[in-house]
């Protein structure tokens, strides 16, 4: 989830401030319409040492009643809750009905914690299921009594890491987690190894993402910009939370409080526009990449069925970025009896009376095999939900359940390439007017491509939740730069080549 975060993104001062008045009005009238409706309301704060998860917290609850929340910082377990089971102390701390739970560090903390001085290997990794899977219960427990779970995981970069801890140590500000664990040392090699924890991180974000308890990423690196994503976030979900209770059956959306949210800033920061699509190749490094990549591929794909590893690769992307093409290249110099490629288009009547994965199970390789995908499960949460094919509530969760379906894949053996195709606007409109004009390509451009082109911004902010929230460990997403369409082809062939002698070296 977090290879796809853009850090770079800021918010200058006077625009902070504007945004703010507005937003620190709206939350405190949230908050007391909240408290009349008794809507229960955590809010989760995790993240990085150093991220600024304490200044951060505070700019948020300013403008909140005191009277109205409960603020708890875990950095410190008192020696009764290492006798007892580590959600106890979690279920003792849980609001009333109507006020706002606010965690400073919480359960996920002390997961970690947990985990320190066990054994690692196996064993640490079953101990990190089973912590995850009662958390899973817990937060479900909640949510399924009406509690509203926010969750916000403040990120920022190893280099920041860095230069704040340089800064904290020139000011001698001390670390108040120092003392959590300060005699053997444990919470410090927790401050201190970002890339040791990294991939712990990435799986507790994974595993217990859901509709009812999501992790929203804030981008921590300036703290104007990360403070205005958690003020956003929770007065939407709270805004959300009571028109579902107050709405009745039939009524339309109605935004019950008339303060003006318009004019702020976009926050959800976009992958796809950070993408440098300038990168090119010349004709000559063309020929001799896909040569080279296309003969190591062919041999691959016989060691592939010797070893009985399947390989699912999945292209999805915009309308003429380059789809067919980097197929077909991928394909040229294999054994048609090793591969398949699979079309996917609007599921039939069939298709559509079974659960949305099922039309894909047929099409999943056996041992040895390769499948391709043009287009794929993704249509979920890309076309059924920007044109209203499936509810919100349908899209929401296939996150989870996309994750939970291409973990059985990888379990079982499957190498998995998951490829989104980048151009932007004009480069696509380009490719339209070409296809339209040429006899033969005309049949590739239908109304439907022009109908998706002009909700271009809709499907761009789908694309990039689906980036964030469906790039696992184990099934990563790869942003491939389109425009030249030579390099996206040579990338492509490259990237698969490398990742399949990688993966078969471990054998």
Known sequence: MLENVDLSQ????????????????KLGALQRRAWELKIPIILVFEGWHASGMGEDINRFILPLDPRGFDFHTMTRPCY???????LLRFWELIPVKGRIGIFDRSWYSRAIIELFGKEKGEKGEKALENILEEITYFERQ???DGYLILKFFLHISEKEQK??????????????????????????????????????????????????APWTIVEANDRNFAVLKIMVTVTHAIETSIEKITRTPGQQTIKYLDIATTNLPVLNGSTLEKTDLSKTISMEEYRESKKLYQNRLEALQYELFRKKRSVVIIFEGWDAAGKGGGIRRLVEELNPRLYRVVPVGSPNDTEKAHQYLWRFCDAIPLAGHITIFDRSWYGRVLVERVEGFCTEEEWGRAYREINEFEKILVDAGAIIF???????????????????????KNWKITDDDWRNRNRWNDYKVAVDEMLQKTSTTGASWIIIESRDKRYSRAKILKTVVEAIEEELKKN
């Open 142 to 144: 909640l949510a399924d």
């Open 418 to 440: 998951k490829f989104w195709l980048q151009i932007d606007k004009e480069t696509q409109l380009e490719r339209f007017e070409s296809r339209r004009n040429d006899p033969e």
């Open 10 to 25: 800021t918010i200058p001062n006077d625009e902070y401030k504007k945004s703010m008045k507005t937003l620190e009005v």
């Open 163 to 212: 230069e704040r801890f340089k800064e904290i140590k020139k000011k001698d500000i001390p670390l108040i987690l120092d003392e959590y664990e300060g005699k053997n040392g444990k919470e410090l090699d927790f401050i201190e190894q970002y890339e040791e924890y990294l991939p712990v991180v990435e799986k507790i974000l994974e595993k217990t993402d859901s509709p009812n």
């Open 80 to 86: 009764d809750d290492r006798l007892k089971p580590f």
